[in-house]
């Protein structure tokens, strides 16, 4: 709730407190808000000039933390307490981040691979989300320092592949550093929300945001028509950035100076990667770079350069392709392109995303600070002064509960936009069955086996009923920080349970991209897989109501048909142990065919029964 203070003195009201937009970066994090004379996004500025806080934490020996510029020395000078790119572990298990653990100078605990990971600096443990909060503290208190007023509210943005886990930390990591965090929002959307785009009720725009940061890559399509923003696809890749570009440049030189490895001299090598990154930078206005390193000469022209990155940047025309493809668009239909993150000032990146959009680029809002201007818009929004504005987002993965035998029932299919809620009836399948199981996963395979388990939980107290006939209806909700609410409740008594989605650890890019492909592969066998799976679940059925009824209505079927009713169950049932869905099928409608006339003769008696009570006694009608 907002306070609105009086000032005592001129007995005027205060200003409602501010909401303040906040970009979390792997790299660098910054505050913006939108300045309330020009009413125009403004990033907070420290006396230097600088808005940027480096999203490194040092930690003396007293465990002491010191965050933002002042930490980056310690990059070279105590790399084992000195924490960077702490975004990329937000979320993640050990398991998750174990092929890029080369990466990190500091130390990551590796000995539970499925829990969420933890850094070791001297005897404490750090979690991510710890190691977010000091950024976040350093953010707020630049911001109060600065704005002379406290601030307790913020809207945080993250990359559009970010999963619920990792939104999840993020939200507490804000918690953590005492804010109150109204909004996660994705950082393409807060982009193109700094660009003004969408202001307009009357335009309509498709655009790609092209997001190339320290730590992260993310491209994704959107479009804008009335005012309302629709993210069409999404792609990108987690561990593609600016780091990328100077280890491919660390690389080069170590070659050039023979030097093999430096895993035994951390020091060494952060100063090395310090080095490559001045030199990338220099390099994105000048033809040329030179330094000293370890007191030797080292140096690097812009074509060397532009020659080691291509593959790289190659990649991330790789995933606009794909995001393309996913949103269903030809090149000719992005009227605009945005250009994100401190990487996209690499002339080869603009040059070859131009190339590849076949048109020119925008790059006018400065690309560190674009996310955080986006967000306070979003954060203006939030306060009420922009109320006509619409955010939609998707889902990367298809959604799904695990039904009979094993299959996954998608409510919510991949590319989903939300805030969505959906839901879907489903009944038990035994006879005075008291709960159900409601298992949540995601991932694109027929088998829930094949796809991730997100939680699961049981609806108990359903009252005794028949097989069939509870109501039990499962509802999806995911809202607008794409955080999925799964509830079930049985209609006819009213009983309900529900959770919030809360994973042990999240899914990686490679992952996401991983479990696409496999969809795509296994088509086939899925296909299969489920029409076998359908087609016994259709029998047991079968079998079911037949026993059921072969015991009730024993007396009007005769000897005859009770055996040959009884073959054709065991024929059925062999076919089921057989795994023969054909054979499954045929037995099935065997059956059916056999045991059809029956029902149609207790029907019969029933109605009859009926007719003849009316006749006699028309108190009924
Ligand atoms: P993140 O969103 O991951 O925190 P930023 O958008 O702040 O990252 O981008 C940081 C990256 O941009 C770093 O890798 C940095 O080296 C790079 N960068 C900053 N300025 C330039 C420049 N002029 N030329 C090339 N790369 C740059
Ligand atoms: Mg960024």
Redesign the pocket.
């Known amino acids: 709730m907002a306070k609105i203070g009086i000032n005592i003195a001129t007995g005027s009201l205060q200003q409602a407190e501010i909401i303040v937009g906040i ?1 979390l ?5 910054l505050v913006a808000i939108i300045h309330p004379e020009t009413k125009l996004p403004t990033a907070l500025k420290e006396f230097d000039g600088s808005s ?1 806080v480096p ?1 490194i934490v040092h930690f003396d020996a007293f465990g002491n933390a010191e965050v933002g510029a002042n930490a980056k020395p310690y990059l070279e000078s105590d790399p084992a307490n000195t924490i960077f790119s702490a ?1 990329r572990l937000m979320g993640k298990s050990y398991k998750d981040i174990r092929a890029h653990q080369d990466f990190f100078a500091y130390k990551i605990i590796d000995d539970n691979r499925d829990s969420l990971v933890k850094v070791q600096v001297g005897s404490t443990f750090y979690s991510p989300i710890d190691l977010s909060s000091y950024i976040l503290v350093e953010l707020k208190k630049r911001a109060e320092h600065i704005l002379k007023t406290p601030v307790t509210k913020a809207v945080i943005t993250v990359p559009a592949y970010f999963n619920d886990t990792q939104r999840q930390a993020t939200r507490d990591a804000g918690k953590l550093a005492g804010l109150d965090v109204l909004r996660i929002i994705n ?1 393409p959307t807060a982009a193109s929300l700094a660009y003004g785009l969408g202001m307009d009720p009357t335009e309509e725009k498709t655009i790609a945001v092209y ?6 890559f993310d491209i994704s399509i959107l479009k804008i028509a009335n005012g309302i923003f629709e993210v069409l696809s999404t792609n990108g890749d987690t561990y593609l ?3 990328d ?2 280890r491919a440049i660390i690389e080069y030189w170590m070659k050039q100076m023979g030097v093999e490895n430096l895993e035994d001299h951390k020091n060494l090598k952060q100063e090395l990667r310090l080095c490559a ?1 001045q030199a ?2 220099a ?3 000048a033809d040329f770079f030179e330094t000293t390193f370890a007191g030797e000469k080292i140096s690097i022209t812009k074509e060397v350069f532009e020659k080691l990155i291509e593959p790289i940047v190659a990649k991330t025309i790789d995933c606009c392709k794909l995001a393309m493809k996913d949103a269903a668009l030809d090149i000719k239909d992005i009227t605009t392109v945005l250009m ?7 002339p080869l990146v603009k040059k070859t995303v131009s190339t590849f959009f076949n048109q020119a680029v925008n790059d006018s809002v400065n ?2 600070e674009v ?1 955080a201007l986006g967000a306070a818009v979003q954060a203006d929004i939030l306060s009420g002064n922009n109320q006509n504005m619409l955010l939609l987002d998707i889902t990367p993965l298809s959604l799904g509960i695990e039904t009979m035998g094993g299959l996954m029932d998608v409510l919510l299919p991949r590319n989903s936009k939300i805030p969505t809620k959906t839901s879907r009836q489903y009944t038990t399948q035994k006879d005075a069955q008291s709960g159900i199981n409601i298992s949540v996963y995601q991932g694109e395979r027929d088998l829930v086996k094949d796809n991730r388990q997100l939680g699961a939980f049981t609806l108990t107290g359903i009252p005794s009923m028949p097989a069939g006939l509870p109501k039990v209806e499962v509802s999806f909700l995911i809202n607008a920080d794409g955080i999925l609410q799964v509830s079930a409740k049985e209609l006819r008594s009213g009983v309900s349970q529900s959770i919030d989605i809360k994973p042990q650890y999240g899914l990686t890019d490679e992952e996401v991209e991983q479990r696409l492909l496999e969809s795509l592969t296994h088509a086939k066998e899925d296909i299969a897989t489920r029409a076998l799976v359908e087609a016994s679940t259709e029998a047991e059925q079968m079998l079911s109501v037949t026993e059921k009824f072969m015991m009730k209505n024993a007396a009007l079927l005769s000897k005859e048909e009770m055996t040959a009713t009884a073959n054709a169950m065991q024929a059925l049932q062999l076919a089921i142990t057989m795994a023969d869905k054909n054979l499954i099928q045929e037995k099935t409608e065997a059956l059916n065919d056999l045991t059809r006339p029956f029902a149609e003769r207790v029907m019969d008696q029933a109605i009859s029964g009926a007719l003849k009570g009316r006749g006699i006694d028309d108190k009924n009608l």
């Open positions: 970009d970066g792997t790299t660098n994090s940027i999203s975004k950082e997001d190339l940061g320290g730590g992260t950035g600016g780091d570009l100077d990154e990338k930078i390099l994105s206005n994100v993150g401190g990487s996209t000032r690499v690309p560190d996310v």
